[in-house]
């Protein structure tokens, strides 16, 4: 530190009178309790500008703490209803928060008056050594909500009380997964990443793209589900850099329509219902049987695919676990193409949670792909996937994305091609790191993944489908007047309590055949989740509502 403890002491004061200006003017409303959970901090709009004023302060001590190296503010609630929103963080690598940090977020949110926030700002400030004197820079985005505006003005407050201290950079209205790319570009001094830019995402995507479809093009008309969101512009960015090579119709583009976001649309509501958006039917769609189409979340980090049975006539899902298994099996693929040598040899793996389909899992396993299982989360698959070197990572929800290493990279662009088939499977290789988003699951970026993996193997929505079958499932929401009673292990398949109430659970499971049962707390909602399948529907039903009785049961409500 250069100044004299006495100069130091009084920059420290000016910079405290200006947060307490600024924080006056977003005071945190009484008898709320924030928790920055799994998705950042989500809830009602109205409640949040003293939280987006606050997020403003750690994002900067972050990003002092890192000497100034570049953290990014989301605002959005994603699949949420429209007025709900949300804010999160996003680390200088493009991946969600140090966990570590989620805590010091919560206890800022949760300061009472502005005199607890001066203290809890000074205290963080010494207990993670933090040299104020540190540059800082900020790069924020938000999606389509009307509240966004707002929320961002608070966000800006918090910034701006330090003065000179903080380099901004405001990315407007954009996607999520485009937020983390444009972090992890700007921290990466390669340069190699691409520009720190929306055009920069844009033209990598579509240059990968063309190397591994240009010459295949172009190709079946596809229909998007935009929800209502910001996806719709990012899709119409990013088609018009690509031009007429994927043909798109862009569904569920009605941004400026009030309560249209995510209302009958969007990749959770079709995950979740598991039938057609009533506007895709509308669209004329169903007329046009084996076409797909796709449907991306509120923020355009998700997204599942889905079409119409030819013969049956029935809606068919493909969600993340049919994206994770078809792409798992095509790069496999590729690398043994790619003919590396033993001392080249990369290893691919798929990281699942405990809500992938069974069917799945066993697709995989039985093809000597290992799996992983892990907690719900992105930044639990996110993590187990980087111990691979090509490493796939889908929750069936759909969000999801394919992470390269530094040693595939470098074996890759290293490596000795010893035909013309090789040689193509190392370009298609690298054409696909390059076309996938390393940050962050990104409907975009995973709409492109699918669609150059269907060309390849020249397929279309009934031959991707037609390589395994989902065992039938469902999903309950329970609500319990205290969840937290019950706790989850061995990555949410097993309950460590409430004590017995696991055995019982195994012995329905026992009952039906193929049956498997999960319960878990959700970690964004106030509520118990109840997981199924079994070999049929109506042993998954009796399954997940016997199992359903059984948390009830177990939280005192029956
Ligand atoms: C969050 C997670 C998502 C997970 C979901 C589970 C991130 C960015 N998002 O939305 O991965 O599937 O929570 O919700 O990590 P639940 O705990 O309510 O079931
Ligand atoms: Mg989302």
């Known amino acids: 530190m250069s100044s004299s403890p006495t100069k130091a002491a009084h920059e420290h004061a000016v910079l405290l009178n200006a947060i307490a200006e600024g924080a006056n003017q977003y005071p945190k409303p009484e008898h709320v309790n924030y928790t920055y959970g799994t998705a950042g901090f989500r809830t009602l709009a109205s409640k949040l500008p003293s939280v987006l004023f606050r997020v403003a302060l750690l994002a900067v001590l972050r990003s002092k703490r890192l000497e100034g190296a570049t953290i990014g503010v989301m605002v959005t609630a994603s699949h949420n209803p429209e007025p709900d929103n949300g804010v999160k963080l996003v680390d200088p690598s493009g991946e969600m928060l140090d966990p570590t940090w989620e805590h010091h977020a919560t206890t800022l949110a949760n300061c009472p008056t502005t005199e607890s926030l001066l203290s809890t700002f000074t205290t963080l400030v010494t207990h993670l050594r933090v040299d104020l004197h540190q540059p800082a820079n900020i790069v924020y985005a938000r999606d389509t909500r009307p509240s966004g505006p707002d929320l961002i003005k608070a966000l800006e407050a918090g910034l701006n009380a330090f003065g000179d201290g903080v380099k901004v950079n405001s990315l407007g209205v954009t996607t999520t997964p485009i937020l983390h790319y ?82 009958h649309c969007g990749a959770d509501f079709v995950k979740t219902k598991q039938q057609f958006p009533p506007s895709v039917q509308a669209a004329g769609f169903l007329n046009k049987r084996g076409t797909r189409a796709c449907s991306f979340d509120g923020d355009a980090d998700r997204i599942v695919y889905y079409y119409l049975h030819e013969s049956k006539n029935t809606f068919r899902l493909l969600d993340g676990d049919k994206i994770a298994v078809m792409v798992a099996m095509f790069l496999g693929d590729l690398i043994a193409k790619a003919k590396l040598t033993e001392d080249e040899k990369l290893y691919l793996g798929v990281v699942q949670t405990a809500y992938a389909n069974g069917s799945s899992t066993k697709y995989l396993t039985s093809r000597n792909i290992p799996v992983t299982c892990v907690s719900t989360g992105v930044k639990h698959l996110h993590h187990a996937a980087q111990r691979y070197d090509i490493g796939v990572y889908f929750e069936a929800n759909g969000h999801g994305t394919v992470l390269f290493s530094d040693n595939a990279i470098k074996t890759l662009k290293g490596a000795s091609p010893t035909s013309p088939e090789s040689a193509n499977a190392i370009k298609y290789l690298l054409a696909f790191s390059e076309l996938i988003n390393q940050a962050v699951g990104d409907a975009l970026s995973d709409m492109l993944l699918v669609e150059a993996v269907l060309a390849h193997r020249g397929w279309g929505a009934p031959e991707w489908d037609a390589g395994y079958e989902d065992l039938p499932n469902r999903l309950v929401k329970v609500e319990v007047p205290d969840r937290s009673i019950f706790v989850a292990t061995d990555a949410e398949r097993k309950l460590a309590y409430p004590v017995g109430l696991q055995e019982h659970i195994e012995e329905a499971m026992r009952k039906v055949e193929m049956g498997r049962s999960f319960v878990r707390p959700s970690g964004t909602e106030d509520c118990v989740r109840v997981y199924a399948e079994a070999k049929s529907s109506v042993e998954a039903d009796s399954l997940a509502i016997t199992v359903t009785d059984l948390v009830k049961l177990a939280s005192g409500q029956v």
């Open 182 to 263: 444009v972090v992890k570009a700007t921290n990466d001094k390669t340069g190699e990443y691409g520009q720190p830019t929306v055009e920069g995402y844009n033209q990598k995507m579509a240059k990968a793209f063309k190397t591994l479809v240009g010459n295949k093009g172009p190709l079946a008309p596809l229909y998007v589900d935009c929800a209502n969101g910001v996806g719709a512009n990012a899709l119409a960015d990013f088609t018009a850099t690509l031009g007429d090579l994927l043909p798109v119709h862009p569904l569920n583009t009605a941004t400026g329509t009030p309560g249209a976001l995510n209302h």
